[in-house]
């Protein structure tokens, strides 16, 4: 099975602090994607990857950069937390077909800045 | 822009009775159309998926048939069960989407409750 792990559950960290999401694939997947989840928004996509040291930026990018150097690991940061960014971030990963996709997620990091 | 629009919630059902949860989306090209739930404290996981007009896709008693003339593609269960209480979220996937990546965009999520 594919398996997505997010480093953390649970995260508190201040307000200025910058801090680091990280994301593994155990499936060698081509594609990488950060999501956050907020209440009456659905899932808005950060910032997505098709291959290790590219990145393209998603719907919502401000705030946040990526990066991967490696083709199994995403991490996302936050240069700068905000309250604004208190969210539920999850992760995915694909495989890069013609066809259809399908995404798998991690189980998700509930950051809370304060 | 793509975009997916769903039916508000919470829906609450007691057990056994019929599930309908209304998708509708926008998209240039032929789109990919998915269902993923997600589970009190869990990610996100892949229920259905339908990838051309008519197709129907199915799992676990759910089903969902892509329409492209109402561009729509609603979640259906014939009797639903206390576990199946969850947030349903639809998704689109364009394979027209330069850049790679197939990148899925997400309705707000509908959440279900069911009751016994």
């Known amino acids: 099975d594919v398996k997505v792990t997010q480093s953390s559950r649970y995260l508190v960290k201040r307000t200025g602090e910058k801090v680091f999401l990280e994301c593994v694939q155990d499936?060698?997947?081509?594609?990488m994607f950060w999501y956050r989840q907020d209440p009456g928004l659905g899932l808005r996509l950060i910032y997505f990857?098709?291959?290790?040291?590219?990145?393209e930026k998603g719907d919502i990018p401000e705030g946040y950069s990526v990066s991967r150097e490696k083709k199994e690991r995403f991490s996302l940061i936050l240069e700068s937390a905000s309250t604004n960014q208190t969210s539920m971030y999850l992760c995915?990963?694909?495989?890069?077909?013609?066809?259809?996709?399908?995404?798998?997620f991690g189980q998700g990091t509930r950051l809370t800045v304060v | 822009g793509n975009s997916v629009t769903q039916m508000e919630g919470p829906v609450t059902l007691s057990e056994e009775a019929f599930l309908t949860i209304n998708c509708t989306y926008t998209?240039?090209?032929?789109?990919?159309l998915f269902w993923y739930v997600q589970y009190p404290g869990e990610g996100l996981q892949l229920l259905l998926k339908?990838?051309?007009?008519?197709d129907k896709g199915s799992n676990k008693g759910f089903e969902a048939t892509y329409r492209k003339e109402t561009t729509s593609f609603h979640l259906e269960k014939g009797s639903v069960q206390v576990s199946d209480s969850a947030v349903y979220f639809c998704?689109?996937?364009?394979?027209?989407?330069?850049?790679?990546?197939?990148?899925?965009?997400f309705g707000t999520g509908t959440q279900l409750k069911v009751e016994l």
């Open positions: 998704a689109l996937s364009d394979p027209l989407f330069t850049g790679g990546g197939n990148k899925l965009t």
């Open positions: 339908a990838t051309k007009a008519d």
């Open positions: 990857s098709y291959d290790v040291k590219m990145k």
């Open positions: 499936m060698d997947h081509e594609n």
């Open positions: 995915a990963s694909s495989l890069w077909t013609q066809g259809v996709a399908e995404a798998f």
């Open positions: 998209a240039t090209g032929y789109p990919s």
